[in-house]
Structures are given as structure tokens and as C-alpha cells.
Nanobody, 121 residues
Framework: QVQVVESGGGLVQPGGSLKLSCAAS????????MGWYRQAPGKQRELVAT???????NYADSLKGRFTISADNAKNTVYLQMNSLQPEDTAVYYC???????????????WGQGTQVTVSS
């Protein structure tokens, strides 16, 4: 089992920046992916960005250019740098990690508890 813990959320003014961190409790088996999703009140959870064990990143089209995902493999941690934040970015941000392991190479998904990001003046 893997525990995934997010940190770095909070209140920020429009136009401000915030950096989220997500740490996995152990090194994931490869191939693996870690990433961020968000859920605003009354809306479905949506993809923000992911990064896989090969270093390939994927972003929601609407967030490209403002959000940047990065990884520190030595720390089993991924980061989400969020710039030019707007009120519509207000949401609970969840970290997800997945890995393939076992004889059948089954995929295992692990979700964090989420961290609140509020963009407001």
C-alpha cells in the first residue's frame, strides 16, 4: 500500500502563485504516474496535470502555460506550481499515484485526501 499526502494549499489572491507538493510513502514501481486532479464545488473531478516515470507530462489544455508539474524522484514527490491563479481555480486539489506491480502487472491507484486551494481577494 502507498500513502499519498498533499500539502501547500491555502488562500491566495487573484494573480498570485501557489506551489503544491505530493509525497508518496515509498518509491513506486515502474511504470508509474503521479499527478494532480481538482474538484470544485458542484463539479466533477478533473485532470490538472500528470507526470510519468519516464518524465512525460500531460496537462489539461486550459491550464497549459500557467501550471507546471515536476518531480523529485529521490523524494518520491511531485510538485504543482500554479501561477496567475484565478477564482475559477478554487477547488480541492487531489494527488493521485499509480503503479503497475505483481505477476499480472495490475494497476494500483492511490489517492490523497486533498488540499484546498482558494483564490479570492
Amino acid at each position: 500500500q502507498v500513502q499519498v499526502v498533499e500539502s501547500g494549499g491555502g488562500l491566495v489572491q487573484p494573480g498570485g502563485s501557489l506551489k503544491l507538493s505530493c509525497a508518496a510513502s515509498r518509491r513506486l514501481f515502474s511504470p508509474n504516474t503521479m499527478g494532480w486532479y481538482r474538484q470544485a464545488p458542484g463539479k466533477q473531478r478533473e485532470l490538472v496535470a500528470t507526470i510519468n516515470s519516464g518524465g512525460t507530462t500531460n496537462y489539461a489544455d486550459s491550464l497549459k502555460g500557467r501550471f507546471t508539474i515536476s518531480a523529485d524522484n529521490a523524494k518520491n514527490t511531485v510538485y504543482l506550481q500554479m501561477n496567475s491563479l484565478q477564482p475559477e481555480d478554487t477547488a480541492v486539489y487531489y494527488c493521485k499515484a499509480d503503479e503497475y506491480r505483481g505477476l499480472g502487472r495490475k494497476r494500483y491507484d492511490y489517492w490523497g485526501q486533498g488540499t484546498q486551494v482558494t483564490v479570492s481577494s
